[in-house]
Structures are given as structure tokens and as C-alpha cells.
């Protein structure tokens, strides 16, 4: 019924250089494989804008098969029509919409609101129910929901020609505005944040004395198609010449036509000078991540045992060892397909990877940051390992701190990162949370999510890994991770109210994953070895783990000499004694005084809650506890010299020491503790649940309980 009205329409706004989609015409997009109303609602969705005409029809009741038949939420059981299922489809993917009501059906409406309140027949009265109930819908929306009634195809084109235009000068406006934040961000000087309305404006970079200057001219294309050479771009290519600037800048929000590009690239001089350029491309520039993703490649690529990684915290070689983790939790499968699925969802910022330790989860976080580096794409993975930012307030002090120092780059900016994080270039990896919150009370923990949590803005991703026993339960790890989230403001307004945070949590290996760990350290002898475990007591739990599964092959042949189960406990003495035999070699020092050694600062940092000692300190450290044996000199130099290339000891890029994995500081820390309970005495060790699960395998085969019964109820003695 309203051919002649959309025709008009559309050849009006195809003048002013719109493309128009209206289905009765050639050019409407059509999916052969979907409903031909299913096409209507795709076309909807792929449109930048959405224009709505009501006249006197209700139209077609939708029948398609790719959305729900019922989609109103608070009327489950209605089914609407096509055109009120586009407005609906519209409205939930936000486009800009227009409503035209012809005048006179407008004007019924209040007739029809009358007629339903006195219980009149609405069919007598000549009026269609439906049509007005999908009227009220729309004026009942808290959006979208103004309505321009008209008369004739004249008023309906000004009405509607009127608010395009207006429409691109805002949309100029704000393009303009966008370009001149990000040329702030990168560095121009000279200008302010807002537009000027003048064809084109002036900014500096360089040095301030000697400045070089730019012509800056912005181009918002509204239809969304490339910007053409026309006489107003030769006019800015010649003002910018006879001006005497140095540069000139063009942008526009979609592309340059070949046109422009061959203009600029035939004349020599403007070749040099002149730069075009999209708001994307401006944002790509604002930060130089080559020498991070040099640094990371090196490290991770170049891993040796003998060659001290200077920028990630590798203990094996990643490229030749590693295998992937199975996850289960608000993603379930393949750890780095459900880490996809993370990246590909918009309501989703935040993603907690939570295991037990040694299940493998800062190597996951490594392989991670190289595959996505390697595979590329739009979020370039950033990983910090937050043991090495203990003392670090905010976020800003961590990534500054991370990207300059650690990682070399250079003039970087902080508001510049926000802004890339915030537009989805970047993806944050966090290793190590529990390294990061050294306390474990509550209030600890959600003040340092809090703390790394700033990051959840726009369109960011964060991915954070901790081992589980730093929340009591699962519902304490999604009450800590919930609780820190971000709550108002203008950069959190559109994460408000959404489930924005998810958790997995890391399973151990199957028997599948521990045959090709084995295969990929042994694979001559493959099955030779897989024998060889499986002759192991207790075995099974240990080797699940990839870091103690790591530990059983390189002290197989020990182990299987071991009478008694294997346990925990067993297990790392048994790795320890192999490393006194056979790694911890030198004259300066034997191997029982390096133990004693490697056992004393555990507990010195357990007990001053630090993770590491800066090599300053380590060796005023070995010089006061080898006091007794030193006998010159020469002696405090070559004990730190023997110390420092402890097996159990690494280094980082800013001269800090710490034990290459946690749990070797925890087990020393637990023999102490244990030593401390069968003498009757108590430790002033700090404890967590691997500590006590350590001390647990120590005096378990030492100590006898009484065992038994009473009333039902066993009988657990006195403290």
C-alpha cells in the first residue's frame, strides 16, 4: 500500500548518495538458503539505518524459521508481524531508526485507545487492533520511539531528508572529534578536542621549538562508501601547498577512492608530504608493540636450559612440550578454543582461569600469547606475570612498568593503551594472581581484583590465571571476581547489569594427554616409559599435573628404586636428592649446604611475604648465612656465584631471584613447618593450602593418631 510513497523514498535518498534496500526493488540482498521473511530481518541487522512506514496495513504475521515465532518477552504467546519483528530487530542492534505514521491513522489512534477502554467492537469501528497495538509497542519504548506523522510523499521526504542531513553533520561533528582525540593520544599538539567547523585545522608534532606543522582535514562519508577526488580535496591539496605547511593529513571513516590515492601518489612532492589515513589506521599507530613482540618471540623461541629466559618465566620448552588443557566451568573443552569463544563474545570481558598448582597454568598463558601473536588478528595478547608487580598499586604502575621496563617500549603511553583497550586492539593476560595478593583474607583478594579489574572497559579482554585455593569455594571465586567488577560511570555504562566475567577451571590430564607428554619428551621409547610409570604407587594423581608429571621423568629411574608409595612429599624429596647428586655441582659450596641454603631463604621470604630477593640482597644474604665457612674475600663472591645458578632458583630481566616454581619454596617451607609439629612446636611459617598439603605427606607416615569411635563419631585428638 505504499509503493509510490517508498519509490519516491528511495530515489531521494539515492540522490543524496544513499544506498537503499527496500524489498520490492532489484538490489535487495537476498540469502537463497533463508525464508524469504528471514531475509528481511538479515537485511535489517546489515543496514546502517533503519526507516519504519506506517500506514493502514498490519502486514504479514512473521512465519520465517531463523528467529523465535514469539520473540516478545512480556508477551510470550504473541506472534507479530514482519514489519514489527524488523523495528524489534532494529531496535536490539541499535541502529539509528525513523518512524513515519501517516497522519490520518495517527490521528485514529486515540479513536482506537477510546474505543478498546469502552469495550466497543474494534472491528464495527473499522480499525485494525493489531496495527495500534504495534503502535503503543513502539511508543512505549524508552528509544527510537518518535513519531513524524505525514501527510503526502513531499512532507515525508523533507521529514526524512532533514534528519539524514542533520544526522551527517552530527555524525561529522563527532567523527571530527574522534579524529582529533586520537591525533592527541598520538602525540599532536596544538589543537583541542573539539571541531571547529572549518574546512580543515592545524596541528604540530616534533620539536616544539622547531615544530613541524599539519594540515588536518576530516571527511565523514555518511553512505559509507569511499572518499572521491572532488574539487574541494584539490582545493586542500593546493592550500595546504600555498599555506606553507609541511604536512598535510587526510582522514575519512571508510577508505580513499584509487582516484585520490593516485592523485597524492602521482605528484611527487604531495607523495612525500601528504599522508592519508582512517580513524583504524590513526589508532594502529598509537603505540609501537614491535619490540614486546620481538622480546616475547626471542624468549619463547630461543629457550634453552642453559639460557636464562630474560622476559617470560619459562621452565621448559613450550614450542617442543607442551600440550593442551582440557577446561570445564562457563566454557567446557579445549582450553584455547574455549579462550575463542571468550574472544568472539561482546558480553564477556573478563575470563578467570582458575587450577591447583602445577596443573599448568602460567606455560597455558605463555602458549597462548605466542599462538595469538603468530596467528595474528585484532587484539594483540599482552602478558604480564604478576609476580614480578607485588608492590605495584594500580593498574597503570603495572602495565608502565611491564611495557617499559620488561619490555622496551619506547615513548609509550598510558592514556594511548586505554584507548587501544578500550576499542578492542588489545587482549591483557595476567599469570599469577595469587602471586599478586599475598594475603588470603577476603578483603585482600577483591581489593587486588579491584585492582587489575580497571582494565574491564569498552571493549576490552582480560584473562587472569590463580590457582583455586585462593577462593574457598566456587561460589566464593565468582562472589570475589563478581564483586571486583567495575560499577558506573560513563566507561562502565554499557557493562552495567551484564554478566560480564566467566571462569573456567583447568582439568587434570587424561590418560590420552599423559601418554602424549610422554611421547613428546621420550618418543623413541614411548611405551617403554608409560611401563615404567604405571609400576609407580600412587602414581595417578601426581601425574595429571604437567609440572609433577615433568618431575616424575626426569626421576624415573630414582623413583622406581623408592620402596613405599609415591606421594607429593616423596616426589620433590626424591627430585630434590637428584638435584644435590647430579645438578648442584661446584667447589665452593656442597650440595647439603646449598639445600640448607635453598631451604632458609624459603622461609625468609614465606615469612617476610615476599615472592623474590633482588640480587643485591641475595648476596649480603649468602654472605651472612655462610658466615662460619668463609675464609677470605673471594669466598662471599664464589658462594653467591654457586647460589645464583641454583637449579631451584631463577632470575628476571630487573635482577630479582625467586624459586623457578612456587611450589619448591611451599615444600621447603612445608619441611620446616613439619620438622616444627613433630618436635611439639609450632611454626611462625605463613601457611596455604599447598604448604599444609605438603606437610600433610611429611608427617602423615611419622605420626600415628589414635583411631576410633565414639557414638558414632570419630575421634580427632586435641589441636
Known sequence: DLVDLRSGLKESLEEMGYQVWASEFSGFPVDSGLHAQDNCLRNVERSDQYVLIVNDRYGSVYEGAAYPRHPLADDPKRSISVTWYEYLRALQCGRPIRILVRERIWDQRSVFQAARKTGTDLKDAGLSAELFDFLDFVCRQEKANWIHPFRDLGEAKRILCDWLRQEEAQNARQFEREVRELLLLGGYRGLNSEPTGVPYFVAETGDAQVPTQWAVRCVFEAQRRATRLDDEWRKFFADFEDGNYDRALAVTNVDFDPAIRSYVGGRPRLARRVKLATPAKLLGELLDLSEYVRRVRADYNGYSPERQALYLPLRTDLKKYFVPLQCKGDYTGDLFESIDGFLADPDVNH???????????????????????????????????????????????????????????????????????????????????????????????????????????????????????????????????????PRGGELFAELEGRRNYAIVYLEPFSPEQVREFVRRHHPENTEEVMEQIGRLDAVEDLSTRPVLLEMILKTLPRLLKETGPLNLATLYETFTRLWLDDVAKGDALTPQDKLRFSQALAIKLNQDALPRIHYSALEEYVGDFFQKLLRSPADRFRFDQEIRVCDFLNRDAEGYYQFAHKSFMEFFVAQEVAAALLRGEVSPCKLNDAIVRFVHHLVAPKHRYEQRLEDGMVYVPAG
Open 351 to 485: 575470563l578467570t582461569i582458575l587450577g591447583d598448582f602445577g596443573t599448568g597454568k602460567s606455560c597455558c598463558a605463555m602458549e597462548l600469547t605466542m599462538r595469538l601473536l603468530e596467528r595474528g588478528g585484532p587484539r594483540v595478547p599482552l602478558f604480564f606475570s604478576l609476580r614480578d608487580y607485588q608492590h605495584e598499586e594500580t593498574l597503570q604502575s603495572i602495565v608502565t612498568k611491564g611495557m617499559t621496563e620488561k619490555y622496551g617500549i619506547v615513548n609509550f603511553s598510558y592514556p594511548a593503551f586505554l584507548r587501544l583497550l578500550e576499542e578492542g586492539r588489545l587482549l591483557l593476560i595476567f599469570d599469577a594472581f595469587d602471586e599478586l595478593a599475598t594475603l588470603s583474607e577476603r578483603w585482600a583478594t577483591v581489593a587486588s581484583l579491584r585492582l587489575l579489574n580497571a582494565a574491564v572497559r569498552g571493549r576490552s579482554k582480560v584473562i587472569l590465571t590463580c590457582r583455586t585455593h585462593y577462593f574457598t569455594t566456587e561460589a566464593a571465586a565468582r562472589e570475589g571476581i563478581a564483586g571486583s567488577m
